[in-house]
Nanobody, 111 residues
Framework: VQLQASGGGLVQPGGSLRLSCAAS????????MRWYRQTPGKQRELVAT???????TYAASVKGRFTISRDNAKDMVYLQMISLQPEDTAVYFC??????WGQGTLVTVSS
């Protein structure tokens, strides 16, 4: 199983980024997919979930600014992030069904 996250980088406050996660080795369409984030010294935080039936949920801190989506034809999950703030700086990880983790992609929000 491999989850390959990409799309992180440096962005100014108020900017946008789209993270992508390519999945392989799993039957993608039956898995609930999640994005987490983690900063040094803190626990990993659940940011967004999209279920196999396309139901989405978000952490209160990102609701209205982040959008999770999936493309079952491509085995991909995305996280569109807008109005980014310095407190969104973290390593973002994708997760499949609570069992499998990607390697993370760093998002830095700074002027």
């Amino acid at each position: 199983v491999q989850l390959q996250a990409s799309g992180g980088g440096l962005v100014q406050p108020g900017g946008s980024l789209r993270l992508s996660c390519a999945a392989s080795g799993i039957i993608f369409y039956i898995n609930d997919m999640r994005w987490y984030r983690q900063t040094p010294g803190k626990q990993r935080e659940l940011v967004a979930t999209i279920t196999s039936s396309f139901t989405t949920t978000y952490a209160a801190s990102v609701k209205g600014r982040f959008t999770i989506s999936r493309d079952n034809a491509k085995d991909m999950v995305y996280l569109q992030m807008i109005s980014l703030q310095p407190e969104d700086t973290a390593v973002y990880f994708c997760n499949a069904d609570y069992r499998y983790w990607g390697q993370g992609t760093l998002v830095t929000v700074s002027s």
